[in-house]
């Protein structure tokens, strides 16, 4: 029996689990480097170390960085769904709670709310480990353009 596209996918995304991720589609992944921790049906997990050029003049996350990294990671979760349609982000809603700075690692996870027949609904925490915190979440409606 030949897997279905969405286990196809996850296949080949659960070999860089471990790994940094450089050969996405989306160059802005590959310049995030993420580190893939779990990949799922809708769920993807990914590690980030915080480097300076994605920090702001507070030298802190720029926030338009945390951002990219939600608007980036929910794109791919959409891919693991193994959907044959494209879909494309209709708006990203954003709560920051924390700072992280240069050095850090943060943790990006994603899950999806809602699935209806044209709109997706997800959403995406990201940890800072090292200090038991929530630094930011976000949710995106995802549409489907065919």
Same mark, same amino acid.
């Given at each position: 029996?030949?897997?279905?596209?969405?286990?196809? *996918?996850?296949?080949?995304?659960? /070999?860089?689990?471990?790994?940094?991720?450089? =050969?996405?589609?989306?160059?802005?992944?590959?310049?995030? =480097?993420?580190?893939?921790?779990?990949?799922?049906?809708?769920?993807?997990?990914? /590690?980030?170390?915080? *480097?300076?050029?994605?920090?702001? !003049?507070? /030298?802190?996350?720029? %926030?338009?960085?945390? =951002?990219?990294?939600?608007?980036?990671?929910?794109?791919?979760?959409?891919?693991?769904? %193994?959907?044959?349609?494209?879909?494309?982000?209709?708006?990203? @809603?954003?709560?920051?709670?924390? !700072?992280?700075? +240069?050095?850090?690692?943060?943790?990006? +996870?994603?899950?999806?709310?809602? *699935?209806?027949?044209?709109?997706?609904?997800? /959403?995406?925490?990201? @940890?800072?480990?090292?200090?038991? *915190?929530?630094?930011?979440?976000?949710?995106?409606?995802?549409?489907?353009?065919?």
């Amino acid at each position: 029996m030949e897997a279905s596209l969405s286990e196809q *996918r996850l296949n080949f995304l659960r /070999q860089s689990i471990g790994k940094v991720i450089t =050969a996405s589609p989306s160059n802005f992944m590959n310049w995030l =480097a993420p580190v893939l921790i779990k990949a799922e049906s809708g769920i993807l997990v990914c /590690q980030y170390t915080i *480097r300076k050029e994605m920090t702001n !003049p507070y /030298q802190i996350l720029h %926030g338009g960085v945390t =951002a990219g990294i939600i608007d980036d990671l929910i794109g791919a979760t959409v891919y693991t769904m %193994g959907l044959n349609e494209r879909y494309t982000t209709v708006n990203n @809603y954003i709560d920051y709670f924390a !700072p992280a700075v +240069e050095g850090d690692e943060i943790v990006a +996870e994603t899950a999806i709310v809602k *699935r209806g027949k044209t709109i997706l609904n997800l /959403q995406c925490e990201i @940890y800072l480990p090292s200090k038991k *915190r929530l630094i930011a979440k976000g949710y995106s409606n995802m549409l489907n353009i065919g």
